[in-house]
């Protein structure tokens, strides 16, 4: 449950904290995708290695060892992942209006 928490946290905030979200404002979000994916290829490049020796942040990250499958990753990421996780949050955020909003009598 390396990420878990911090999930759970950022649905909580979501939901309660009242801040707006925007799909059209999401992509500062690949930005950060592209960070993390240009950050573990330089880790991997210049042999970065890990507290067990490892040349990889995950295992599925190996660039040394498996590219296809992380150039797949990487790709996965981009064009899924992070949009799914942008409409879940703006789904969070109109679940939210809809709770609080007045209903019309």
């Not at 981009?78 to 019309?104: D, E, H, Q, T």
């Amino acid at each position: 449950m390396r990420h878990g928490g911090t999930n759970i946290l950022i649905i909580l905030d979501t939901l309660f904290a009242g801040h707006t979200f925007h799909i059209v404002r999401s992509w500062p979000f690949y930005l950060v995708a592209i960070a993390w994916v240009l950050f573990s290829r330089v880790y991997a490049l210049a042999g970065g290695l890990d507290a067990d020796g490892n040349g990889f942040i995950y295992g599925f990250l190996d660039w040394n060892k498996q590219e296809v499958t992380a150039t797949l990753v990487v790709v996965f990421v981009i064009v899924v992942f992070v949009p799914v996780c942008m409409f879940i949050s703006w789904g969070f955020c109109k679940l939210r209006k809809m709770c609080i909003s007045p209903r019309p009598a």
